[in-house]
């Protein structure tokens, strides 16, 4: 079974940036997609941006794109999610996962355990 650690989270001032990093404890690279999900204080868990590994095609929602980017280092089994320009609107709990759709949650068979953001105005 695939274990996924996520880490990589902390504070930083708006306007920071910070990089996640998410490795499998075996070959997450048996799934179609990696992606990563936030959730937001009293807010449902939400897919922000994902990596279909067949292509490399990469998909983010609005808010983020241009922001953040999902790249992939195989030979480490790693994932990680590079964002820049935070605002405090992207303060969350960060989600690794695996799975054969992941821009929802259904989609996923895999998570990481996740990551606290913090982003200070």
């Known amino acids: 079974q695939v274990q996924l650690v996520d880490s990589g989270g902390g504070s930083v001032q708006a306007g920071g940036s910070l990089r996640l990093s998410c490795t499998g404890s075996?070959?997450?690279?048996?799934?179609?997609?990696m992606g990563w999900f936030r959730q937001a204080p009293g807010k449902r868990r939400m897919g922000v941006t994902s990596?279909?590994?067949?292509?490399?095609?990469?998909y983010a929602i609005d808010s983020v794109r241009g922001r953040f980017t999902i790249s992939q280092d195989k030979a480490k089994n790693t994932v990680y999610l590079e964002m820049k320009n935070l605002t405090p609107e992207d303060t969350a709990t960060y989600y690794c996962?695996?799975?054969?759709?992941?821009?929802?949650?259904?989609?996923?068979?895999?998570w990481g355990q996740g990551t606290q953001v913090t982003v200070s105005s």
């Open positions: 996962a695996a799975g054969e759709r992941c821009t929802v949650e259904s989609g996923i068979n895999f």
């Open positions: 075996v070959d997450i690279y048996s799934n179609t997609c």
């Open positions: 990596l279909y590994i067949p292509g490399g095609t990469t």
